[in-house]
């Protein structure tokens, strides 16, 4: 697909000097994180390469709203990406399945195609990661520089409504993620106990 290189530079380049500093958890560390997990689906799917190509634009893009604002930050990525795309010669049906892309990923996550549905689990990955506990930290870190104020407590207890409310929707997330997942929501609860 033409134009998708200079496309991801050039996006690339917005996150890395437009986002907000008081962003530490949507930053161009987290869309480097998406898109690496994504890239993990299309070897592991083996998905065609437009589609890889698309799913990767939509990794890329899918944050880049918060340039503009926190809310609906997926509305103002969907206007962003559009014109990119236009920018460098994608056809409007690329445009939409992007748009798509970036709307799905707006929580709650209601995907449609499957290739919402791995970019909606690529985005909140880490829930079941190992690293779940130094990214939750750098999301409550963003979240108290935006003024929200809050302690570790009310965190966790943020956490756990979200991790409850929260659902995979790819095999490999159910099979892989949702355990780890679920033993957080454990340790959290246990840790709201004392």
């Not at 079941?128 to 407590?153: A, C, H, I, S």
Request: aromatic letters at 8%; glycine letters at 6%.
């Amino acid at each position: 697909m033409k134009g998708y290189l200079k496309l991801r530079k050039h996006a690339l380049h917005i996150l890395n000097t437009e986002l907000p500093e008081e962003l530490c958890y949507h930053n161009i560390i987290h869309t480097l994180d998406v898109l690496n997990v994504v890239n993990k689906y299309i070897r592991r799917e083996k998905i065609d390469g437009y589609h890889a190509k698309l799913l990767r634009v939509g990794a890329i893009l899918h944050d880049i709203g918060f340039t503009v604002g926190r809310e609906n930050h997926e509305e103002k990525g969907v206007v962003i990406a559009k014109r990119l795309m236009q920018q460098y010669g994608f056809p409007e049906e690329a445009i939409k399945t992007v748009k798509g892309l970036i709307m799905a990923t707006k929580v709650p996550q209601n995907p449609k195609t499957h290739l919402e549905e791995i970019i909606c689990d690529s985005d909140l990955d880490y829930l079941g990661r190992r690293d779940f506990y130094v990214t939750g930290d750098q999301l409550l870190k963003e979240l108290n520089n935006q003024g929200l104020d809050l302690d570790v407590d009310q965190w966790n207890k943020m956490q756990v409504a979200f991790l409850e409310e929260h659902r995979y929707h790819t095999e490999f997330a159910k099979k892989y993620r949702k355990p780890k997942k679920v033993k957080r929501i454990r340790e959290l609860k246990d840790s709201l106990k004392m």
